[in-house]
């Protein structure tokens, strides 16, 4: 089998596209820019790098906090933001915001990385330079990895282009329909799935890789856009038994927990030793829990929860305080402690009243009732979104880490966990008419939720939306996945997220805003593209 030079030429110019970097576990890349084509995949490492640059394409900043997260959050109304993208609140979304075409032009990038993989794993698998187990592995992960970059702009902008062949990566084919790219999604997985292994029989150091698991769930949730819910349901409980929700809900996003029992796939992140995570940061790092902490704390504090979201949570409910805190409350990670950042402790030796708590001592809560943390304007809500926020010890924001400018961080983002996969089930039974079934489902959640199976006595209360058991799983989505990576995503693919905004917030979505636009940059270079409705 030839492989075509424009493939390798391709595969080539990708790899120089990346930021060099250690990451953890296994995703290290090799420079390649000045290796000729000759020299290029004569050993496995070349291989496995090959598809590590899949892996990089999510490493970029816009990509991951204002293109995904804003998504998944802003447009619930549950999370605002405070600087130059409040436009969320009212739906109207530009079509110049810039970070939605990074977002189209990476995932590009890695279908394109994707697509030049295949043919050259295949040469060399048929060349003995990889076995046919590594082959398939990294042809298994291709798979999933072009799978989940069309998963993700389908359920934001709706239909787009599907370039299934190797191509520029420039996205130039017409729409496809969103059917048309969840099916392909579905397909993708399936392929993945019959390739890759499950997550625990991976060696330790390749923790973070796609799984069979992994594919299975997004395969899942793919065919659920596609209303197979049947089919869904099958391919959801083939990751039954390789998952265990964790005893306890606030574990799931602890630092020192990264890549747990629960987790079915996570964006890998690793600053390198002595690496800058300041402004001028590499994109190894992230700004997922910078932008979510307050002013006060980080001088950047541009994420903050409406007051609406933080009230929704039950009594007992644990969900709360891991996900959203408010005036007078401390931050419910042990690893946290809000007296050690170093602008609090700053503050307090100037003697800034907005640092030194009730009892006169320096402040080790998020505000105080009376002196709610609403940033120097007032406009901020005085409660935050808390499962992001960076160890004070970690980011450099205390008095004994060495860079006082390390203002981002590195830990991992999850995209898909068992939660998710629960509660996606149990919406697959309730279409299915085993009410019961989805019910059954729910409680096991909200068990965790509660503390059950961490060994609390707790009694769970019923859901508040009982009788409405939609409802019910749409609340679970909320609650379990907020501050996450798909709560609009789900209310969306329910079809009941326009009553649903509207019945928690009184708020009307206008027609087509709950798609994103497509970049007015994709429209001018692309003519075979039109505009979403209502932009």
Same mark, same amino acid.
Request: glycine fraction near 8%.
């Given at each position: ?96 915001? #810039?970070?939605?075409? +990074?977002?189209?032009? /990476?995932?590009?990038? =890695?279908? $394109?990385? *994707?697509? @030049? ?83 625990? #029989?991976?060696?330790? +150091?390749?923790?973070? /890789?796609?799984?069979? =698991?992994? $594919?299975? *769930?997004? @395969? ?95 009594? =007992?409910?644990?969900?709360?305080? @891991? ?95 068992? =939660? ?116």
């Amino acid at each position: 089998m030839k492989i075509q030079k424009q493939i390798i030429a391709l595969a080539l110019g990708t790899a120089m596209l990346l930021p060099l970097s250690c990451k953890k576990g296994f995703l290290d890349l090799k420079d390649t820019k000045t290796a000729s084509s000759d020299a290029l995949f004569k050993t496995p490492s070349d291989g496995i790098q090959l598809v590590n640059a899949i892996y990089d394409t999510f490493d970029n900043v816009d990509f991951m906090k204002k293109a995904m997260w804003y998504q998944a959050n802003f447009l619930t109304q549950d999370f605002k933001n405070y600087g130059g993208d409040v436009f969320f609140t009212t739906y109207e979304v530009p079509t110049s915001f #810039d970070p939605l075409n +990074t977002f189209w032009v /990476r995932s590009y990038q =890695g279908i $394109a990385r *994707a697509n @030049a993989a295949f043919p050259i794993i295949a040469k060399m698998k048929a060349d003995g330079v990889l076995t046919p187990a590594l082959a398939d592995r990294l042809t298994g992960e291709a798979y999933f990895l072009r799978g989940v970059f069309y998963y993700y702009m389908a359920c934001e902008f709706g239909g787009v282009p599907l370039e299934l062949k190797t191509v520029t990566g420039s996205g130039r084919n017409p729409r496809a329909t969103q059917d048309e790219v969840f099916a392909s999604v579905a397909s993708d997985m399936s392929t993945a799935a019959g390739l890759l292994t499950w997550k625990e #029989d991976l060696p330790a +150091t390749e923790i973070g /890789r796609a799984t069979k =698991g992994a $594919a299975y *769930a997004y @395969a899942g949730s793919a065919l659920m856009w596609l209303k197979k819910y049947g089919d869904a349901l099958t391919s959801f409980k083939m990751v039954d038994t390789h998952y265990q929700l964790m005893e306890n809900y606030l574990d799931i996003h602890e630092y020192n927990k990264q890549n747990n029992k629960e987790s079915i796939f996570e964006v890998q992140f690793k600053v390198p030793d002595g690496g800058d995570q300041s402004w001028g940061h590499s994109n190894d790092s992230n700004w997922l829990g910078s932008f979510g902490i307050p002013e006060e704390i980080s001088q950047t504090g541009y994420d903050y929860a409406d007051p609406i979201y933080f009230n929704s949570f039950e009594t =007992g409910d644990s969900r709360r305080r @891991a996900t959203v805190i408010g005036p007078g409350e401390t931050h419910p990670s042990p690893n946290i402690q809000i007296s050690s950042y170093q602008q609090v402790i700053n503050g307090f030796a100037k003697g800034d009243p907005k640092y030194i708590g009730d009892d006169n001592k320096i402040i080790n809560t998020c505000g105080t009732v009376s002196k709610p943390w609403k940033g120097g304007d007032k406009l901020r809500s005085g409660y935050y979104e808390v499962k992001y926020w960076r160890d004070p010890a970690l980011s450099g924001y205390s008095s004994t880490a060495a860079g006082k400018q390390n203002i981002f961080g590195d830990q991992n983002a999850i995209f898909l966990r068992y =939660g998710e996969v629960l509660l996606s089930e149990a919406e697959c039974k309730f279409r299915m008419n085993d009410e019961q079934g989805a019910l059954d489902l729910v409680k096991l959640v909200r068990n965790r939720a509660w503390g059950k199976l961490a060994g609390s006595n707790a009694v769970v209360p019923a859901p508040p939306a009982a009788g409405n058991t939609l409802y019910v799983i749409l609340d679970e989505y909320r609650h379990e996945l907020g501050g996450e990576f798909s709560v609009w995503f789900n209310l969306r693919r329910s079809g009941e997220h326009i009553k649903y905004v509207k019945q928690k917030y009184n708020v009307n979505v206008p027609a087509g805003k709950d798609l994103m636009p497509i970049p007015q940059l994709v429209i001018a270079t692309n003519e075979t593209i039109k505009q979403n409705p209502g932009y």
